[in-house]
């Protein structure tokens, strides 16, 4: 997992002033960080959201640029890791499940009482 930089107080207002940057320019972290290309798109695809589906869309232009600006990750990162970590314990569990020798009414009676 990706560190954030808020570890020291340095971190902490860098990663204020990006934020701020955010509430004024979709992209604002990137560019910050000398992503040019990133901070770029973000800004072009934010003012687009924005037009398309209103402040929700540039909020999560806004919350992606800087998600990515300060851990390297985007939210499609994250929502992909744990979309990948339920299937994972959903697997664990199954495995689980279909190992025991007791049929799921036997589980719920033995739970209830």
Known sequence: ???IEAQNPTGVLANGVKLVGESFLPGASLLMEGKFLDGAAHSIIGLGAKVVFGP???VLVCADS????????SL?????????AQ???R??????S???????????IKNTA
């Open 1 to 3: 997992m990706a560190q």
């Open 56 to 58: 929700l869309g540039l």
């Open 66 to 73: 800087f998600a990515k600006a300060t851990t390297q990750k």
């Open 76 to 84: 499609w990162d994250y929502a992909t890791d744990t979309y990948h």
């Open 87 to 89: 299937i994972e314990k």
């Open 91 to 96: 697997k664990k569990a199954h495995e689980v």
């Open 98 to 108: 279909a190992t025991s020798t007791e049929t799921p009414a036997v589980k719920v």
